[in-house]
């Protein structure tokens, strides 16, 4: 896998963290300075100097802050210290991962670095630790040319803890594994739609499952019309470039019947929006209507590499339009008009172009035990451990994109979702407000509809809204 080659050598120690010789320090800090055990001692190290900064920088630990200090000298190993506000965060895990986040990314000039976890923490916290340095360290550089000298990268990282037990390295291999896969799904979305197309798209795809041991289907245009796939036909009908339909499985070695779940991942490697033309500014992003796509193969891989013990399906509808309805008003040979009614299994009358761009998933996955459909936008939203977890047996919990209003829900009850919180950092109550604010803002505030989309009852909806002190319409 090519994000691999970028990946520093992570490793589990425990160091007194001012004697590690790394050449960045980065320590978490909690609101106020309380109970930052790891900023105190090492504040006494340096005889108050720590302190003193940070208040001449007014920093006071608020979870979004993070300061960036020069320590020359031989009072401290490391050269540079990384101050990561924590606020009021108490779970060792999302401490863990904003800390290994925003030490890689702070680390643009230094190959070395050091985290201090949180104390007693979890293999979780490891594995939280080992997604962030590799995901915050990412960097799309394919396209770099001339005197573009990108950065050094960071090349090794200790994770300092109380103990460096077997579960914390396993853990951290677990973590290296899901950042490069969540890596590999960003380079893919950031390729240019001219070069990663369908045809593109399905080649990366069965390259990958060569690398992984993965089974591998491909469906071409002739194939699709004999299956009777007449939806993604559809949409592709307006590009000249030809759809494919993708299929990777993993089946786990040495399990019996194991249990098979299946992710279906949009594949529109470009979206113009047909007659609801994107403006120009929203164009340049549509290039991203196939990050469901990526999700949905990179969690393939990922499934292979953790050695998963239940049957992964990876199934991809891969089209190339986005302007079909488009090229037909400009009176194009190809494409296909609103109101045009197409057969595939059931007819559908396409009153809308997204209508048949979502419906161009052709699936039909009845022998399937679950099907969690990887409907993404942003490739920052694949989260990606939540998925493995769940695979393990947990409770399954459909999760797509999390709509603006959503956000802006939680937000004012304390739930700030950013693009590296993931669903298994939050508590069972903060699960489920993220799952009704995305049900409310999907069915702008019917609160029948939400009820009907969560799977249960208008009154258990409306005494779960009043217990988080949410509105909707009648």
């Known amino acids: 896998m090519a994000t691999s080659k970028t990946t520093p050598t992570i490793l589990v120690k425990t160091d007194e963290f001012h004697k590690a010789r790394v050449d960045l320090l980065a320590i978490p800090v909690w609101s106020g300075f309380r109970d930052s055990h790891a900023f105190e001692a090492l504040d006494t190290h340096l005889q108050g100097a720590l302190r003193n900064l940070a208040k001449q920088e007014r920093f006071e630990g608020k979870r979004s802050q993070v300061l960036k200090l020069p320590f020359p000298g031989p009072s401290l190993e490391a050269s540079w210290v990384l101050l990561v506000g924590s606020g009021d965060e108490r779970n060792p895990t999302a401490v863990a991962r904003r800390l290994a986040v925003a030490a890689a990314r702070a680390a643009r000039g230094q190959r070395s670095a050091a985290l201090v976890l949180p104390q007693q923490a979890p293999p979780e916290a490891f594995q939280a630790a080992a997604e962030g340095v590799v995901t915050g360290g990412y960097r799309f550089l394919r396209y770099k040319t001339g005197k573009q000298e990108p950065a050094p990268a960071l090349r090794r990282v200790l994770l300092l803890a109380d103990k460096a037990t077997r579960a914390a390295r396993q853990a951290v291999a677990r973590g290296v594994i899901l950042g490069e896969c969540v890596n590999l799904a960003r380079d893919w979305v950031n390729m240019p739609p001219n070069e990663m197309n369908p045809p593109a798209l399905a080649r990366a795809a ?28 559809a949409v592709a009908s307006g590009s000249a470039v030809e759809p494919r339909f993708i299929h990777l499985r993993y089946k786990p070695k040495g399990v019996r019947k194991p249990k098979r779940v299946a992710f279906v991942g949009k594949g529109l490697t470009f979206d113009a929006g047909g007659l609801c033309l994107k403006t120009a500014k929203g164009m340049a992003d549509m290039k991203c209507d196939m990050a469901g796509a990526a999700a949905t193969l990179a969690i393939a891989a990922a499934a292979a590499r953790l050695q998963l013990p239940v049957e992964v399906h990876a199934l991809v509808g891969a089209d190339g339009a986005g302007k079909s309805t488009l090229m037909k008003i400009l009176g194009g040979a190809y494409g296909h008009y609103v109101g045009e009614i197409y057969f595939d299994g059931k007819k559908v009358d396409i009153r809308n172009p997204q209508d048949a761009k979502a419906l161009g998933i052709d699936v039909v996955y009845q022998e399937v035990d679950t099907a969690l459909i990887s409907y993404l936008t942003v490739a920052e939203n694949i989260m990606m451990d939540k998925m493995v977890n769940e695979m393990k047996g947990k409770h399954f919990i459909r999760w797509g994109n999390i709509h603006r209003e959503a956000r802006e829900v939680m937000k004012r009850v304390g739930i700030d979702l950013d693009t590296h919180t993931l669903v298994q950092d939050l508590s069972l109550a903060q699960k489920q407000m993220v799952l009704i604010a995305r049900a409310l803002a999907t069915t702008g505030g019917n609160v029948t509809h939400a009820a009907k989309l969560l799977k249960i009852s208008r009154k258990s909806l409306q005494t779960k809204m009043k217990e988080f002190g949410l509105r909707g319409e009648s």
């Open 206 to 233: 069965e390259q990958l499952a060569k690398e992984h041991g993965l089974q591998s289907t491909i469906w071409n245009k002739a194939r699709l019309r004999r299956e009777g796939m007449n939806l993604i036909l």
